[in-house]
Protein backbone atom coordinates (compact mmCIF):
# COMPACT_ATOMS: atom_id res chain seq x y z
CA UNK A 1 0.00 0.00 0.00
CA UNK A 2 1.50 3.33 -0.93
CA UNK A 3 1.52 5.35 2.22
CA UNK A 4 2.74 9.28 2.10
CA UNK A 5 5.38 10.13 4.67
CA UNK A 6 2.22 12.81 7.05
CA UNK A 7 -0.26 9.66 6.49
CA UNK A 8 2.20 7.18 8.84
CA UNK A 9 1.04 6.39 12.13
CA UNK A 10 3.53 5.47 14.36
CA UNK A 11 4.28 1.63 15.73
CA UNK A 12 1.82 2.68 19.53
CA UNK A 13 -1.04 3.84 16.69
CA UNK A 14 -0.55 1.08 14.30
CA UNK A 15 -1.21 -1.17 17.29
CA UNK A 16 -3.65 0.35 18.64
CA UNK A 17 -5.64 0.40 15.54
CA UNK A 18 -4.78 -3.25 15.00
CA UNK A 19 -6.15 -4.11 18.38
CA UNK A 20 -8.84 -2.46 18.21
CA UNK A 21 -10.60 -3.99 14.64
CA UNK A 22 -13.74 -5.61 14.16
CA UNK A 23 -14.21 -6.80 10.75
CA UNK A 24 -12.91 -6.38 7.33
CA UNK A 25 -11.94 -8.14 3.89
CA UNK A 26 -10.18 -11.57 3.87
CA UNK A 27 -8.24 -11.35 -0.10
CA UNK A 28 -6.30 -14.89 -0.96
CA UNK A 29 -5.23 -15.41 -4.55
CA UNK A 30 -5.12 -19.38 -6.12
CA UNK A 31 -4.66 -20.59 -9.28
CA UNK A 32 -8.24 -19.86 -9.37
CA UNK A 33 -7.56 -16.04 -9.05
CA UNK A 34 -8.72 -13.79 -6.43
CA UNK A 35 -11.41 -13.95 -3.59
CA UNK A 36 -12.58 -11.92 -1.21
CA UNK A 37 -14.96 -12.42 1.96
CA UNK A 38 -16.40 -9.92 4.38
CA UNK A 39 -15.97 -11.30 7.66
CA UNK A 40 -16.05 -10.29 11.45
CA UNK A 41 -12.94 -11.15 13.13
CA UNK A 42 -10.91 -10.69 16.76
CA UNK A 43 -7.00 -9.54 16.86
CA UNK A 44 -5.16 -11.84 19.13
CA UNK A 45 -2.30 -9.91 21.12
CA UNK A 46 -0.67 -12.30 22.41
CA UNK A 47 -0.09 -14.92 19.25
CA UNK A 48 -0.23 -11.96 16.65
CA UNK A 49 -3.08 -13.59 14.62
CA UNK A 50 -6.55 -12.31 13.16
CA UNK A 51 -9.10 -14.84 13.77
CA UNK A 52 -12.60 -15.43 11.91
CA UNK A 53 -14.54 -17.91 10.27
CA UNK A 54 -16.56 -18.65 6.87
CA UNK A 55 -19.09 -20.26 5.87
CA UNK A 56 -18.41 -24.16 4.96
CA UNK A 57 -20.09 -23.45 1.93
CA UNK A 58 -17.31 -20.39 0.33
CA UNK A 59 -14.98 -22.40 -1.39
CA UNK A 60 -12.40 -19.85 -0.29
CA UNK A 61 -11.13 -21.63 2.52
CA UNK A 62 -10.52 -24.92 0.12
CA UNK A 63 -8.15 -22.74 -2.49
CA UNK A 64 -4.96 -23.90 -1.72
CA UNK A 65 -2.55 -20.45 -1.61
CA UNK A 66 1.25 -20.91 -0.96
CA UNK A 67 0.78 -16.91 -0.61
CA UNK A 68 0.22 -14.66 1.98
CA UNK A 69 -3.19 -13.42 2.54
CA UNK A 70 -4.38 -10.19 3.39
CA UNK A 71 -6.65 -9.08 5.56
CA UNK A 72 -8.35 -5.12 4.74
CA UNK A 73 -9.96 -3.43 7.32
CA UNK A 74 -10.76 0.28 7.48
CA UNK A 75 -13.22 2.53 10.22
CA UNK A 76 -14.15 6.35 10.09
CA UNK A 77 -13.73 7.37 6.32
CA UNK A 78 -15.63 10.26 4.86
CA UNK A 79 -15.70 12.37 1.86
CA UNK A 80 -14.04 15.84 2.28
CA UNK A 81 -15.74 18.54 0.69
CA UNK A 82 -13.44 21.55 -0.76
CA UNK A 83 -16.06 24.11 -0.07
CA UNK A 84 -14.77 23.87 4.14
CA UNK A 85 -11.41 24.71 3.16
CA UNK A 86 -10.79 28.23 4.08
CA UNK A 87 -8.10 28.40 1.25
CA UNK A 88 -11.36 28.24 -1.10
CA UNK A 89 -12.18 31.65 -0.49
CA UNK A 90 -8.33 32.98 -0.77
CA UNK A 91 -7.21 31.45 -4.06
CA UNK A 92 -10.03 28.50 -4.90
CA UNK A 93 -7.34 25.91 -5.78
CA UNK A 94 -8.97 23.39 -3.84
CA UNK A 95 -10.41 19.83 -4.69
CA UNK A 96 -12.36 17.10 -2.87
CA UNK A 97 -10.96 14.20 -1.29
CA UNK A 98 -11.81 11.39 0.99
CA UNK A 99 -9.86 10.76 4.40
CA UNK A 100 -9.77 7.47 5.83
CA UNK A 101 -8.22 5.52 8.24
CA UNK A 102 -6.97 1.74 6.88
CA UNK A 103 -5.28 -0.97 7.45
CA UNK A 104 -3.84 -3.90 5.32
CA UNK A 105 -2.86 -6.98 7.20
CA UNK A 106 -0.21 -9.59 5.62
CA UNK A 107 0.39 -12.96 7.23
CA UNK A 108 0.14 -17.15 6.73
CA UNK A 109 -3.57 -18.70 6.68
CA UNK A 110 -4.35 -21.07 8.77
CA UNK A 111 -7.81 -23.15 8.01
CA UNK A 112 -9.45 -24.61 11.74
CA UNK A 113 -11.50 -27.26 11.25
CA UNK A 114 -11.81 -28.22 14.61
CA UNK A 115 -15.18 -27.75 16.41
CA UNK A 116 -13.88 -26.91 20.06
CA UNK A 117 -11.70 -24.32 18.20
CA UNK A 118 -14.49 -22.77 16.24
CA UNK A 119 -17.07 -22.87 19.32
CA UNK A 120 -14.26 -20.91 21.71
CA UNK A 121 -13.81 -18.18 18.62
CA UNK A 122 -17.43 -17.89 17.87
CA UNK A 123 -17.96 -17.72 21.80
CA UNK A 124 -15.02 -14.77 22.26
CA UNK A 125 -16.66 -13.15 19.23
CA UNK A 126 -20.11 -12.77 20.24
CA UNK A 127 -19.13 -11.83 23.92
CA UNK A 128 -17.28 -9.47 22.17
CA UNK A 129 -19.88 -7.84 20.12
CA UNK A 130 -22.16 -8.06 23.25
CA UNK A 131 -20.44 -6.61 25.80
CA UNK A 132 -21.97 -3.22 25.69
CA UNK A 133 -25.38 -4.56 26.05
CA UNK A 134 -27.08 -4.20 29.48
CA UNK A 135 -28.11 -8.16 29.06
CA UNK A 136 -25.84 -9.64 26.68
CA UNK A 137 -26.36 -12.60 24.67
CA UNK A 138 -24.08 -15.51 24.83
CA UNK A 139 -23.53 -19.00 23.23
CA UNK A 140 -25.39 -20.97 25.69
CA UNK A 141 -28.13 -19.00 25.52
CA UNK A 142 -29.41 -21.42 22.47
CA UNK A 143 -29.93 -24.96 22.71
CA UNK A 144 -26.74 -27.24 22.80
CA UNK A 145 -27.96 -28.95 19.70
CA UNK A 146 -28.75 -25.35 17.14
CA UNK A 147 -25.32 -24.39 18.63
CA UNK A 148 -23.76 -27.47 17.24
CA UNK A 149 -25.36 -27.67 14.26
CA UNK A 150 -23.99 -24.27 13.23
CA UNK A 151 -20.40 -24.64 13.72
CA UNK A 152 -20.95 -27.54 11.65
CA UNK A 153 -22.28 -25.14 9.17
CA UNK A 154 -18.76 -23.06 9.51
CA UNK A 155 -14.52 -23.50 9.29
CA UNK A 156 -12.42 -21.25 11.41
CA UNK A 157 -9.21 -19.13 9.55
CA UNK A 158 -5.94 -17.71 11.56
CA UNK A 159 -4.37 -15.41 9.74
CA UNK A 160 -0.65 -15.45 11.42
CA UNK A 161 0.42 -11.38 11.15
CA UNK A 162 3.89 -11.46 9.01
CA UNK A 163 3.47 -7.44 8.08
CA UNK A 164 1.59 -5.01 9.02
CA UNK A 165 0.52 -1.52 6.43
CA UNK A 166 -1.77 1.06 8.07
CA UNK A 167 -2.44 4.57 6.73
CA UNK A 168 -4.13 7.62 8.88
CA UNK A 169 -5.51 10.47 6.14
CA UNK A 170 -6.98 12.88 7.93
CA UNK A 171 -6.34 16.01 6.41
CA UNK A 172 -2.99 16.11 7.98
CA UNK A 173 -1.32 17.83 4.90
CA UNK A 174 -3.93 20.72 4.82
CA UNK A 175 -3.27 23.98 6.82
CA UNK A 176 -4.51 24.59 10.09
CA UNK A 177 -7.06 26.96 8.46
CA UNK A 178 -8.35 24.14 6.01
CA UNK A 179 -8.35 21.63 9.16
CA UNK A 180 -10.80 23.79 11.54
CA UNK A 181 -12.58 23.51 8.11
CA UNK A 182 -12.77 19.95 7.80
CA UNK A 183 -13.44 19.35 11.55
CA UNK A 184 -16.45 21.69 11.71
CA UNK A 185 -17.89 20.64 8.54
CA UNK A 186 -17.69 16.69 9.37
CA UNK A 187 -19.43 18.13 12.76
CA UNK A 188 -22.10 19.65 10.89
CA UNK A 189 -23.00 16.55 8.71
CA UNK A 190 -23.01 14.44 12.03
CA UNK A 191 -19.83 12.57 11.55
CA UNK A 192 -18.40 13.41 15.00
CA UNK A 193 -16.28 10.17 15.44
CA UNK A 194 -14.07 11.08 12.05
CA UNK A 195 -14.37 14.78 12.77
CA UNK A 196 -12.35 13.80 16.28
CA UNK A 197 -9.76 11.51 14.40
CA UNK A 198 -8.98 14.87 12.70
CA UNK A 199 -8.96 16.78 15.08
CA UNK A 200 -6.28 14.29 17.01
CA UNK A 201 -4.17 13.59 14.52
CA UNK A 202 -4.01 17.30 13.66
CA UNK A 203 -0.01 18.52 12.98
CA UNK A 204 1.50 20.35 16.12
CA UNK A 205 1.79 23.66 15.29
CA UNK A 206 5.08 24.72 14.01
CA UNK A 207 7.15 26.76 16.64
CA UNK A 208 8.44 29.79 14.82
CA UNK A 209 12.19 30.29 13.73
CA UNK A 210 14.06 33.55 13.93
Known sequence: MYIPKHFEPDDQAAQ????????????????????????????????????????RGNPQWSLA???????????????????WYASKQLHGKVVPTWDYMIAHVYGDLI?????DWLRAQVSALTDKFESARPK???LDDAPETYVAAQLKAIVGIEIKVTRLEVSFKMSQNKTN?????????LMQEG????????????????????
Do not use: C, M
Open 65 to 83: TAQEALFITTVNDAYISPS
Open 111 to 115: IHDDV
Open 16 to 55: FFLDAINSGHLVTNSTSGLASTFIPVLYRTASKSIVGHLA
Open 177 to 185: EDLDGVIEG
Open 136 to 138: PWK
Open 191 to 210: KRAISEQVKQLRPAPRLPTN
